[in-house]
Nanobody
C-alpha cells in the first residue's frame, strides 16, 4: 500500500498563492506518475496537474501559467504551487499516485486538503 498525506491548504483571497505538498510513504517502489485533482462543491473531481517520474508535466487548461507541479524524488513528495488564485479554484485538492508493479497498475489517493479562495 501507498499512503499519501497532503498539506498546505487553507483560506486565501483572490490573487493569493498557496503551495500544496503531498508526501508518499509505504510501498512506493514503482510509483511513476503523481498528480493533483480537485473537487468543487457539487461537481465531479477533475484533473489539475500531473508529473511523471521523468519530469513530464500536464496541466488542466484553466490552471496553465498559474499553477506549477514539481516533484522531489528524494523526499517522495510532489508539490503544487498555485499563484493568482481565483474563486473558481476553490475545492478539495487530492493527491494521486500511480504505481506499476509486474504490469499491474494501482492508483492511490490522499485524504484531500481544502483550498478556499474568497473574492
Amino acid at each position: 500500500q501507498v499512503q499519501l498525506v497532503e498539506s498546505g491548504g487553507g483560506l486565501v483571497q483572490a490573487g493569493g498563492s498557496f503551495r500544496l505538498s503531498c508526501a508518499a510513504s509505504g510501498s512506493i517502489f514503482g510509483i511513476n506518475a503523481m498528480g493533483w485533482h480537485r473537487q468543487a462543491p457539487g461537481k465531479q473531481r477533475e484533473l489539475v496537474a500531473t508529473i511523471t517520474s521523468g519530469g513530464s508535466t500536464n496541466y488542466e487548461n484553466s490552471v496553465k501559467e498559474r499553477f506549477t507541479i514539481s516533484r522531489d524524488s528524494a523526499k517522495n513528495t510532489v508539490y503544487l504551487k498555485m499563484d493568482s488564485l481565483k474563486p473558481e479554484d476553490t475545492g478539495v485538492y487530492y493527491c494521486r499516485a500511480d504505481r506499476i508493479r509486474l504490469g499491474v497498475k494501482n492508483t492511490y489517493w490522499g485524504q484531500g486538503t481544502q483550498v478556499t479562495v474568497s473574492s
